[in-house]
């Protein structure tokens, strides 16, 4: 019985990294991300492990996944584009807005060498810190609170990616910056813009992505 529970456990296993594999082939490199080492991250990372249990058959799916307290984990496109414009080499630290499920978080510890994280609401943070101590992510350090105010003390990124979309650019977020750096965000209300800001001697160069769909940021947690 534990040698038949062992090989359908390893069937199993070789069937999601298929699914990952296709999803990566027909959602990711079929519009456009190229990064070797992003495309890698998707593959290694088990979006299924950071979905609720009844939703984990539609894990590879092409479409976010809703979390508690209306979240969602974010579409694995819109991941592997994100990272991308991260444009992460390996030795960079790194800070996340909207910490969700993890996904994002993981997909970014496999990119970079450190990874700040800052979730809004408690209960997803124990959540998440919990279940990528599970899955061997040890380079991860994690706050509760404003997302708009970043991490000041922690500052300054290499790049910044904010899952959650922002009316305005917050001037705080771009403040923790450092030279060269990168802030991928959602901006906007009813329509959204994924934009990218990069700090230059010269201030802030901004660019346009694409039009996105993320669940607003949220400010002042009680």
């Not at 609170?145 to 922002?166: H, K, L, N, Q, S």
């Not at 906007?188 to 994924?194: K, N, P, T, V, Y």
């Amino acid at each position: 019985m534990v040698v038949l529970q062992e090989l359908l456990g390893k069937k199993y296993e070789a069937y999601l990294a298929f699914i990952r594999a296709q999803m990566i082939k027909d959602q990711i490199e079929a519009r456009g991300v190229k990064d070797a080492r992003v495309l890698a991250a998707m593959q290694k990372v088990c979006r299924h492990c950071f979905v609720p249990e009844d939703l984990r058959t539609r894990a590879y799916e092409d479409y976010p996944l809703p979390l508690a307290h209306g979240q969602t984990v974010s579409q694995p496109y819109i991941v592997a584009l994100m990272s991308e414009l991260a444009a992460l080499s390996g030795g960079e630290k790194v800070l996340e807005i909207g910490t969700g499920s993890g996904y994002q978080t993981a997909v970014l510890a496999e990119l970079a060498a450190e990874v700040d994280t800052v979730e809004f609401f408690p209960a997803l943070a124990q959540d998440s810190k919990a279940r990528l101590a599970r899955l061997g992510y040890a380079k991860i350090n994690f706050k509760t609170g404003d997302g708009a105010a970043g991490w000041p003390e922690r500052a300054p990124y290499d790049a910044i990616i904010v899952t959650c979309a922002a009316a305005a650019v917050p001037p705080g977020l771009a403040a923790q910056l450092k030279p060269g750096g990168r802030l991928v965000i959602p901006v906007g209300g009813e329509e959204q813009q994924l934009k990218v800001l990069t700090r230059t001697a010269a201030g802030l160069e901004e660019r346009a992505v694409c039009a996105v769909r993320f669940v607003p940021m949220l400010k002042d947690a009680a």
